[in-house]
């Protein structure tokens, strides 16, 4: 028997006009990724002096009544702005998961670049949500528009929306690799070569055209290389259960939370309302304002108590779940993300008074590979995402392949939910 693979592309065949689209969408998305990474920048220098570096300590560095107004001005702009966006272009979508999970490929552009927008400032302004979406959503948006132009099947279209989605993903963190298995694993379910070589594709041609303004480096630098031994391994067993349970907590939280969120003019109070709390919690914990970049940092490099991060790895998820709960559209994987990094290196403080040997820095990398790859149910993708994030972990691969299986197992035998399909809009039109 040949090759499966080997002998044809599927519905959607890979056709020149197909990878002439494929090309023309994926640099799109790369310039839309610096567009928008820009705007954002833009924001927190203007909110918070930050030109680099920490961005908690930029938060850190201001006074309280500086951040909580800077969280009420992200509430009352991002309700005024998603309101009228909700309102006035009801008519279009601005959803890519369900675009593409329902075979429509449709995403308009007008809603996606309004709500993108929005999306990057409230996040400049502190709001807890993740970066991601609003590049993904923009990927999505063009390659749609894209393939009515190139007269692409129904197909290929979906196909071309799930590509430039993940390498949206790709092009913002610099994760080519990442990017395509998120394509592959969670935007399509499959792994097939027709599928693997357009997602390879976009997200390389994204992020390359991505590195015209944005960063080459790893996202998390000067992690140390991790290595192999036996107290860190018998931890990830046990931890990927641990950790499972997490995400299974958090999955149903954000799915709650999203099917709840305010209608109509119950957005203009109940976002402010909301992200003034955040803010007022921000006075004591800066580490919540923004996606949570640091928290994560801080426990792949072994920094923080066991009680500060466990106290993280709980207060992240309840901040972005308000969010996200108040009406807000973003992203959550670097939330998730900061929450496994705390929480493994959490469990993994607790874990060196019983056997030593296994680093704070290493449980880190290995919860933020398990929650990921449980959260979004695609542990190839956790596992690719975290390796090039931190440019560390092939040392640990093994650990973090049994946390993040395990972890991946027990939510998909409690729910089989996963942190995109739990938001998605129930007859909405989108976000």
């Known amino acids: 028997m040949e090759q499966p693979n080997v002998t044809h592309d599927g519905p959607a065949a890979l056709s ?10 994926s640099v799109l998305t790369g310039l839309f990724g610096q567009g928008l990474m820009w705007l954002l920048r833009g ?11 920490s961005y908690q300590a930029a938060v850190a560095a201001t006074s309280p009544t500086h951040r909580v107004l800077m969280l009420v001005l992200s509430g009352v702009l991002g309700a005024l702005g998603w309101y009228a966006t909700r ?3 009801a008519h279009q979508k601005s959803e890519i998961d369900d675009a593409v999970w329902n075979g429509s490929g449709t995403v308009h552009v007008r809603r996606s670049l309004a709500t993108s927008i929005v999306s990057e400032v409230t996040i400049g302004l502190g709001a807890s949500a993740g970066r991601e979406a609003a590049p993904k959503l923009m990927g999505g948006a063009v390659a749609s528009v894209l393939s009515g132009r190139f007269g692409l099947t129904d197909a290929q279209r979906v196909l071309l929306v799930a590509c430039a989605g993940g390498a949206g993903l790709a092009a913002v963190y610099n994760v080519p690799l990442g990017g395509a298995f998120f394509t592959a694993e969670v935007m399509l379910g499959s792994f097939a070569l027709p599928v693997v070589l357009a997602a390879l594709s976009s997200s390389f041609i994204a992020t390359l055209t991505g590195w015209i303004t944005l960063s080459h480096a790893p996202t998390y630098s000067d992690v140390a290389n991790f290595q192999y031994s036996a107290p860190l391994f018998v931890w990830s067993i046990l931890a990927g259960l641990v950790i499972g ?24 109070w109940v976002m402010p309302l909301a992200f003034t709390l955040v803010g007022v919690v921000g006075v004591w914990r800066p580490e919540i304002f923004g996606n949570g970049i640091d928290i994560a940092h801080q426990a792949f490099l072994g920094q923080g108590t066991l009680a500060l991060l466990l106290f993280l790895a709980v207060l992240k998820p309840l901040t972005t779940a308000l969010t996200l709960g108040a009406g807000a559209a973003g992203g959550v994987f670097t939330p998730v993300l900061a929450m496994g990094a705390a929480l493994g290196g959490g469990l993994g403080a607790v874990w ?11 449980c880190a990398l290995v919860g933020a590979a398990a929650m990921i790859g449980a959260s979004m149910q695609a542990p190839l993708a956790g596992l690719a995402l975290v390796t090039e994030l931190t440019h560390s972990g092939l040392g640990v691969m093994l650990p973090m392949i049994a946390a993040t299986t395990i972890a991946t197992l027990v939510v998909r035998t ?3 939910y996963s942190i995109y399909t739990a938001r998605l809009p129930r007859h909405e039109g989108g976000l």
């Open 16 to 25: 020149v006009r197909f990878w002439v689209a494929l090309v023309v969408a």
């Open 43 to 53: 924001v927190e220098r203007w909110a918070y002096g930050f030109r680099g570096g």
């Open 87 to 89: 309102r006035y272009l």
């Open 245 to 268: 349970l997490f995400a299974t907590g958090n999955i149903r939280l954000l799915g709650w939370v999203s099917h709840r969120r305010p209608r109509g003019t119950q957005l203009l």
């Open 352 to 362: 060196a008074h019983l056997w030593p040997g296994a680093p704070v820095g290493a």
């Open 414 to 416: 409690l729910d089989g």
